[in-house]
């Protein structure tokens, strides 16, 4: 395989999938430019003349309508989770109507979709584009979709590739927890209520065929809905589209360990102290244990300063939810949400806005929400002492989560944290390089760990940080240095086998392909 | 080494056998060659560093020719040492000696031990004494002190493998201000065995004993922890004894208890089983405890010693813990042991000095400095007479400021 080096000095692929690659040049590089993609005009089909009804009888009737081909490109989102039944059973009926090749862009995918790796070792599916986690990672990692390379893709990603025409859709599958047989689709009501349906919305619009999969089908008009009607060809009620409490959990509990609180508690100082928190900041939340906590923190922190943010972007749960009915932040941007009382607050406040991913973080659009947020907290599998993360494989090689919205947040806000543990059984996150770069260092400003807090010396944000808190008791030193003490304990441990052998890539927000992931021998 | 007369297997693991996490289980067989098998959660990036490790402990012991297995699951280095050394000293036997302690008490204290008994005591953070896990990071949560617990939290099958994990535990994590003590079980038990692996090391500064009930109790121990200081040749370093009284007679005695030995640095009550030899149960206002306390309260001031309140033991009610931590400092106590490091902050804030206690603290004292310039021994602020007690009041407060950082 030909490679080249990107300006990371990370060896890629000059080539991929009969695609010629962009090396990655720097985070804000790619600009866009050219012509956006298009879907195509839909054939009319106006009810006076044809008698044609969207509704179809089951999943292989919408299957056999949408005109999918051998070869075709399918999607779905990952609003169900864990809980989801509906990659399944479509993926199952492919299968068994015979189809071959097929490219599968899910938003994300879960360890509730093992079985596709059935379907992977058959041909049914040649290649995945997007998210990989859990054990079909690990299958991708051992070699198993060769000679196809997966791309992974952030959120934001995702929503540019399709709308740049690097994905072309054929056909997109969306799970909707209501919906009424003219395509309608809404997430906050019925049996197996998600929320938003924020992952699909540019699914809607670019795919050739959308067909909407219901267990919850109303009468006509489904109002308000996400997805709408003009936007859908086909529609199916199915008894099941999930397993409501995999879906979502009935309350989000922060994490108890002591060691995650205090990074939580070292987070909220350096926001105190970082100059960020004044009246109309904004944050972005999440579901991780460090990240609620950091929201309960930080919301006793504004009550008590008396400081409201304006907005709050997530991954959304009851603590965000609290922040907005005491008044503490003026509106949430919601992508996705993790328990009941947030679906319920999506569906009744109208300052709980549900946010398509492209408006939320599409690098190639004219402006992105990312852009607008002071503060990201995120996660880590490792960092190095460049700064540069990974969130995509662990230390032994193993390509096993997949991106979220972590690198466009990273690149978009003011402040961007890492809050990590300094070690996860005894191996250190802190390494001289990581094993994969997701997010670019010069979009990091801190990293925050129970043993110790390093700011970005390349980064503005990292640099002022330094400055308002060498002084302070915070445990702040050199990211080597950190280094060092977490060895220190770990002790140093031995490079893991890994092959030359590319099996997957890392396509950074401006499609340019930052890292790619090599084959683990076992 | 005299030869290996038993398989051994130790550890924390669940039912199926898989080892806890943080922790491994060490399994040493008789063998006529040196077999090391390693299965662990992070083999594929510390195998070697294990396999050099056990390597280096078995020739320490000069074995050459034993069975050993281990499965771990990301233990640390010095969970991994302690397993194995405890694994080892039990597979060989090791015969009890009979030791005798007819060693004279303490009759001086040395410079380290002045300054033990003036250490901040707010918080105990207690640290269940066979598990790492739970070790590993109690360090970093800013309680005052650290009690890794041989006693209560180790059930009798597992005190000897808790002995060397402390032992290795406190030879190993960077643990910087924090006071480090040990809770040994009563003398008349295990607690010998205890002191004679522990002390080994010479990595903490006193010794936590339980259910003191008279004075013979603390001249005991302050006898055999003269012989083992003078066994393993601790030089200048005297460790500092704290008596946990938990019984009514242990109550009744606390003035002889508080006096009987020059390690003492304060005393400590312990309320479950207080009220468990009471037969009577903990209410939530604690009024069944209060005669106990002042008793402890006064036998420890009497003799200049601090005074330590028992645990909260509802680590799910924060308001509860601040309530009785408010209780409990207005009667004269200077910290208690604590149960989980969410507990810290809170009793923490308790005894920091309001602003406003800083602030007369200092006026009293620029007031006394003022007269005394000025000739006279006595002052006044606004219209009360400073007097001796107030003055002392004051310059603890403000000690307590510098020490905090807050002035």
């Known amino acids: ?522 | 080494m005299n030869k290996i007369i038993s398989k051994v297997k130790l550890g924390r693991s669940s039912l199926e056998g898989q080892p806890e996490k943080s922790d491994l289980t060490v399994e040493v067989e008789p063998s006529e060659s040196l077999i090391i098998n390693i299965n662990s959660s992070v083999k594929t990036l510390y195998r070697e560093h294990i396999k050099k490790l056990v390597s280096e402990i078995l020739s320490e012991h000069q074995i050459q020719a034993v069975k050993i297995t281990i499965n771990d699951d990301g233990a640390l280095d010095f969970t991994i040492k302690a397993r194995l050394t405890a694994a080892l000293f039990t597979a060989w036997g090791s015969s009890v000696q009979q030791n005798d302690f007819s060693h004279p008490p303490l009759d001086s204290i040395s410079k380290n031990l002045v300054d033990l008994k003036s250490r901040l005591r707010r918080t105990r953070l207690y640290l269940p004494g066979n598990n790492p896990y739970l070790m590993q990071n109690a360090y970093l949560f800013g309680s005052d002190a650290l009690i890794f617990d041989l006693e209560d939290s180790v059930s009798p099958h597992e005190k000897l493998p808790a002995r060397y994990l402390i032992s290795e535990a406190l030879n190993f994590l960077p643990i910087q201000d924090q006071e480090r003590m040990v809770r040994i079980n009563p003398l008349n038990g295990e607690g010998i065995q205890d002191l004679r692996v522990v002390m080994k090391l010479k990595n903490f500064d006193t010794v936590l004993l339980p259910k003191c009930e008279c004075r013979e109790d603390i001249l005991n121990a302050d006898k055999i922890i003269s012989y083992f200081e003078q066994k393993y040749n601790y030089g200048q370093k005297q460790l500092a004894l704290i008596p946990l009284i938990e019984t009514a007679k242990g109550v009744l005695n606390a003035p002889q208890i508080a006096s009987a030995s020059k390690r003492n640095v304060a005393l400590t009550f312990g309320a479950e089983d207080f009220t468990a030899d009471m037969g009577i149960s903990r209410s939530p206002g604690g009024e069944e405890l209060q005669g106990a306390k002042a008793m402890i309260l006064l036998a420890a001031k009497s003799n200049g010693l601090q005074a330590l309140d028992t645990v909260y033991s509802d680590i799910s009610n924060p308001q509860g813990l601040e309530q009785d931590t408010i209780t409990s400092k207005s009667l004269g106590f200077d910290g208690r042991g604590i149960i989980h490091p969410e507990q810290i902050d809170i009793v923490h804030r308790v005894y920091q000095p309001s602003p406003s206690e800083i602030e007369y603290a200092q006026k009293v004292v620029e007031a006394l400095e003022k007269a005394r310039a000025q000739g006279n021994g006595v002052a006044s602020l606004g219209r009360k007479m400073i007097d001796a007690p107030v003055e002392a009041r004051a310059l603890k407060i403000l000690k307590l400021a510098r020490k905090l950082n807050l002035i």
């Open chain 1, 1 to 522: 395989m030909e490679t080249i080096t990107n300006s990371l000095q990370r060896i890629i692929p000059r080539e991929a999938n009969g695609k010629i690659l962009k090396p990655y040049q720097g985070a804000f590089n790619n600009l866009g430019g050219g012509n956006r993609a298009a879907p195509p005009i839909p054939v009319s089909r106006p009810a006076r003349i044809s008698k044609q009804t969207k509704l179809c009888k089951d999943i292989r009737e919408a299957i056999e309508k949408s005109g999918l081909a051998n070869g075709d490109t399918i999607s779905f989102h990952h609003h169900l989770r864990n809980g989801d039944a509906v990659v399944n059973l479509v993926m199952n009926e492919i299968a068994a109507m015979g189809f071959k090749d097929l490219i599968l862009a899910p938003s994300a995918l879960f360890p509730v979709h093992q079985p596709l790796i059935e379907l992977i070792e058959q041909g049914v599916i040649r290649r995945i584009e997007g998210s990989m986690n859990g054990p079909i990672g690990k299958f991708v990692s051992l070699g198993g979709m060769l000679p196809d390379i997966p791309i992974l893709r952030s959120h934001g990603g995702r929503a540019r590739a399709i709308e740049d025409g690097d994905l072309h859709i054929d056909v997109a599958f969306i799970a909707a927890p209501t919906a009424d047989d003219y395509g309608n689709a809404y997430g906050s009501l019925g049996k197996s209520a998600c929320g938003p349906l924020a992952y699909s919305h540019i699914d809607s619009i670019y795919a050739d065929q959308v067909v909407v999969i219901t267990d919850n089908l109303v009468a006509y008009p489904c109002i308000p809905h996400s997805i709408p009607a003009t936007h859908v060809d086909w529609v199916v009620n199915i008894d099941q589209i999930g397993d409501a409490d995999k879906i979502v959990s009935g309350t989000t509990r922060i994490t108890k360990s002591p060691t995650r609180l205090l990074i939580a508690k070292y987070a909220v100082e350096i926001i105190e102290k970082s100059g960020l928190l004044k009246p109309g900041f904004s944050f972005q939340t999440g579901a991780g244990g460090i990240s609620l906590a950091v929201t309960k923190y930080l919301g006793e922190l504004m009550a008590e300063k008396n400081i409201t943010a304006s907005f709050i972007t997530g991954g959304i749960t009851k603590y965000a939810v609290d922040l907005l009915h005491q008044g503490l932040v003026g509106s949430l941007f919601d992508v996705q949400v993790f328990d009941t009382a947030s679906i319920q607050s999506l569906h009744e406040d109208p300052a709980h806005w549900e946010t398509p991913v492209t408006y939320y973080a599409n690098y190639h659009s004219k402006g992105c929400l990312v852009d607008r947020q002071d503060i990201g907290f995120l996660g880590a599998t490792e960092v190095d002492i460049d700064f540069n993360v990974n969130v995509n494989t662990h230390s032994d090689g193993y390509l096993l989560h997949g991106i979220g919205g972590h690198l466009d947040v990273a690149a978009g806000v003011n402040l961007s944290m890492i809050l990590i543990p300094s070690y996860r059984k005894r191996i250190p996150v802190i390494r001289d390089s990581v094993t994969t770069v997701t997010a670019p260092g010069e979009t990091i400003d801190a990293i925050v760990t129970e043993q110790g807090i390093s700011f970005n010396p390349s980064t503005e944000m990292g640099r002022i940080l330094n400055e308002n808190l060498k002084n302070s008791n915070l445990p702040v030193m050199s990211i080597s240095e950190l280094k060092r003490k977490v060895e220190n304990i770990t002790g140093i441990p031995q490079a893991p086998q890994l092959s030359d052998e590319i099996i997957a890539l890392i396509e950074y927000r401006d499609g340019t392909i930052i890292d790619a992931v090599r084959k683990v021998i076992p």
